[in-house]
């Protein structure tokens, strides 16, 4: 089960996510699609036209931690105080 953060940048604000992806377990590259992630649009495409949909069952695994840590990476920032002991107490 995945746990949400709340990120902001400024004005914007986004969810960041912690855990196992139910999303990119059942619909792959469409998650990185709807958040506007067009790397790992690509890279999860190539992945899993070479593995054949195997990779998926990786990404769903790590897919969440890798959005969640572009998104600090880019400047965003927790919301409040319980998001960020979520955050640190994830790694």
Do not use: H
């Not at 469409?30 to 890279?43: E, H, N, Q, S, Y």
């Not at 105080?81 to 979520?86: A, I, N, R, Y």
């Amino acid at each position: 089960m995945a746990v949400a953060v709340d990120l902001q940048k400024g004005n914007l604000k986004k969810k960041g996510f912690l855990g196992f992806s139910w999303t990119t377990f059942f619909f792959g590259f469409f998650v990185p699609l709807f958040r506007g992630d067009a790397k790992w649009i690509v890279i999860m495409l190539i992945a899993g036209f070479f593995s054949m949909g195997i990779s998926n069952l990786i990404f769903c695994f790590i897919y969440n931690k890798i959005y969640t840590e572009s998104l600090l990476r880019d400047g965003f920032e927790p919301v409040n105080e319980s998001d960020k002991l979520t955050l640190k107490s994830a790694g």
